[in-house]
């Protein structure tokens, strides 16, 4: 392969060099976008469970709270009568 490059001539080599340089260079934007969106998605996704821990933190000592009737009540409607 080294000799078959070797014997091309001085600008076809240039404009291979300069085209392979393109393609890869091409390749690592297309790889740092790649890694840059699933970064986003993952914060997004990390921030939508936090959200809903929060959620249901708030609930459990809203519910801790009730007395006895009021949980019973909160809960009828919940239930098959």
């Known amino acids: 392969m080294l000799a078959l490059i070797t014997a091309l001539p001085g600008k076809l ?12 260079a091409v390749a690592i934007a297309y790889m740092r976008g790649r ?14 469970r ?9 609930i459990e000592n809203e519910v801790a709270g009730l007395s006895d009737d009021e949980l019973d009540r909160r809960l009828s409607r919940w239930l098959r009568h």
Do not use: H, N
Request: charged share 30%.
């Open 35 to 48: 890694s840059a969106g699933a970064d986003a998605r993952d914060a997004a996704e990390m921030k939508r």
């Open 50 to 58: 936090q959200a809903a821990m929060k959620e249901a933190r708030k």
């Open 13 to 24: 080599k240039l404009w291979i060099s300069i085209a392979g340089a393109v393609i890869v």
